[in-house]
């Protein structure tokens, strides 16, 4: 009796009627169809490798700089009315300032938490584009842009591009003596655009420096399009990430069509749930203990004065160094002042970042490859992109230094003119010698993967054979190691083929296809690579006697 009473209980809780959690789930899967979508998504597999939380720290850091900017959007005035201040930061009671200075100041003093989260927000604008440049040069350097990810790379790009202005706009909303200087700076650098320069300067600005239009025209565009823009970016390029599955690192059981990792729930959402809080609190930490941008130090702008050491954010160090090292050259013509000592540097910052956008675009030119990537190369295989990839860095390197040139001197106790004659050679020498010498680095350690493959790893062990030779013993490679070094493709460079064909008749040959042929025998010819051992070298090496 009490079994066949339990069976009915069980049948009646079965046939009752479906909890409200279950209901709304059925009601949202009779209209999205949230069902098929969770199980094909939900135990989407995804690599596990640090070098991938990279993008993790970007898109979290991106969170925090939302929160936190609209909680200061609560407080501050984009205004220029002038006003006297009398608060709680008595050494500017009773100083002219403009209503968007007075709120920053009130946000840093009187409101609650309002020091910490300004703080935060300013350390995670740094951390954010940090993070969007280390990630796009990891995504470089293994080749994780190749098809079908050029779109997401050019997402990825215009993110850099978009975090980098927006940084510029958040960073002069203050109206302090440091962000005024910047401003400056900016003005003088649209003056120089020929022609249209003064027309362009005169709208953004609503007239002559400083204008009295700009805080609040540059207000909407830091708090509204441009994190709007971006957000949809964000939310693109991971629906691709999700669409194209993710790239992961050479090794055993991993090619093309399948993926070696941990599924996605409930493994990876915890994991990245974690850290998620990790980034959160080494922010908050930051934003606690180091202090950055202390506006009550620099005081409210005044065209008359300008921040001694005056620096930018670091992103934007590209942009001043170039000016700063470049000669005062200056043309008149035709009515027209051109000031090329501006202009040049000017045009030369995004002509630099738009070629590294269009780089995945170039190379698949050239390598005419059409496959679909989802295996990273090691940045060794590819001498001629890490090069490159390495040069540009070091051009970044030295041009920051020019953009501070005056802090290093001061600290370092150095001339400003040797500093910056140092920057002007070194712009051009830098990038030269960094780049032979990463390529000469990639070819030692592939010449190295070769050796391993044929002979073995070294052990460290002495043996002395019986003639009086002392040799040291090496340890044959495992299979899964044999595979990781020896998996890589080897692609053969383009060739125009004969300028005359079977008939006698001379073949055209656009400029086109030279410079094709050209760049690919540079990419990939004998000089930019050594040739990975074949299966008969290895057998010929392993099969006798030659294997220490």
């Not at 470049?326 to 040049?344: Q, R």
């Not at 043996?463 to 990781?484: A, C, D, S, V």
Request: glycine share 10%; charged share 15%; aromatic share 12%.
């Amino acid at each position: 009796m009490d079994g066949a009473r339990s069976g009915n209980e069980a049948a009646a809780r079965r046939s009752a009627a479906p909890g409200r959690g279950e209901r709304v789930a059925d009601w949202a899967d009779g209209r999205l169809g949230l069902y098929g979508l969770a199980k094909s998504q939900m135990r989407k597999v995804f690599p596990d490798h640090w070098s991938f939380m990279l993008g993790e720290v970007c898109l979290y850091s991106f969170i925090v700089l939302i929160l936190t900017g609209i909680y200061l959007t609560l407080f501050f005035d984009p205004s220029t009315s002038e006003v006297v201040y009398n608060g709680a930061y008595e050494p500017l009671n009773g100083v002219l300032m403009t209503r968007a200075y007075e709120s920053t100041i009130d946000i840093s003093f009187d409101v609650r938490g309002g020091l910490l989260i300004r703080q935060i927000h300013h350390w995670a604008a740094l951390v954010f584009v940090t993070g969007m440049l280390v990630h796009m040069m990891r995504v470089f350097f293994t080749g994780a842009f190749r098809k079908p990810r050029e779109l997401n790379w050019v997402f990825g790009w215009t993110l850099l591009m978009l975090g980098i202005i927006t940084g510029l706009t958040g960073y002069s909303l203050p109206d302090d003596l440091l962000s005024g200087t910047g401003l400056r700076f900016a003005y003088g650098a649209v003056l120089s655009i020929p022609i249209v320069g003064t027309y362009v300067a005169f709208f953004l600005f609503g007239g002559e420096f400083p204008g009295e239009d700009f805080i609040a025209r540059l207000y909407p565009i830091h708090i509204l399009l441009l994190p709007g823009i971006m957000l949809a970016l964000v939310a693109a390029h991971l629906i691709l990430v999700f669409y194209h599955k993710h790239t992961q690192y050479p090794g055993p059981g991993r090619d093309q069509k399948s993926v070696v990792g941990m599924p996605f729930l409930p493994v990876y959402m915890a994991k990245a749930g974690g850290f998620f809080f990790l980034v959160f609190g080494v922010l908050a930490l930051m934003g606690g203990i180091a202090s950055i941008n202390p506006v009550w130090a620099f005081g409210p702008y005044r065209p008359d004065l300008v921040t001694t050491g005056a620096q930018p954010d670091w992103y934007l160090g590209f942009s001043e160094g170039l000016i700063r090292v470049m000669p005062g050259w200056e043309l008149n013509a035709w009515g027209h002042t051109l000031e090329l000592g501006v202009f040049i540097p000017f045009s030369l910052f995004p002509l630099i970042l738009i070629a590294l956008g269009l780089y995945p675009f170039i190379e698949a030119w050239i390598t005419g490859d059409k496959r679909e990537h989802h295996i990273l190369d090691r940045p060794r295989n590819m001498p001629v992109r890490t090069g490159i990839g390495a040069a540009w860095l070091s051009l970044y390197a030295v041009l920051l230094i020019g953009g501070g040139n005056d802090i290093v001197a001061t600290h370092l106790h150095l001339s400003i003119n040797v500093i910056t004659w140092f920057v002007r050679i070194a712009v051009f020498a830098a990038p030269i010698v960094t780049y032979m010498v990463t390529k000469r680095i990639c070819l030692g350690l592939q010449r190295r993967d070769r050796a391993q493959v044929l002979h073995g790893r070294e052990t460290g062990t002495i043996k002395r054979l019986p003639q009086g030779e002392y040799i040291e013993i090496h340890e044959p490679l495992g299979q899964g190691q044999l595979f990781t070094l020896t998996q890589h493709d080897e692609l053969e460079p383009y060739e125009i083929g004969p300028l005359v064909d079977a008939n006698g008749v001379r073949r055209r040959v656009t400029v086109s296809q030279r410079v094709r042929a050209r760049l690919a025998e540079a990419m990939f010819g004998p000089r930019s690579r050594i040739p990975k051992p074949t299966a008969e070298e290895y057998r010929e090496i392993t099969s006798g006697d030659h294997h220490h």
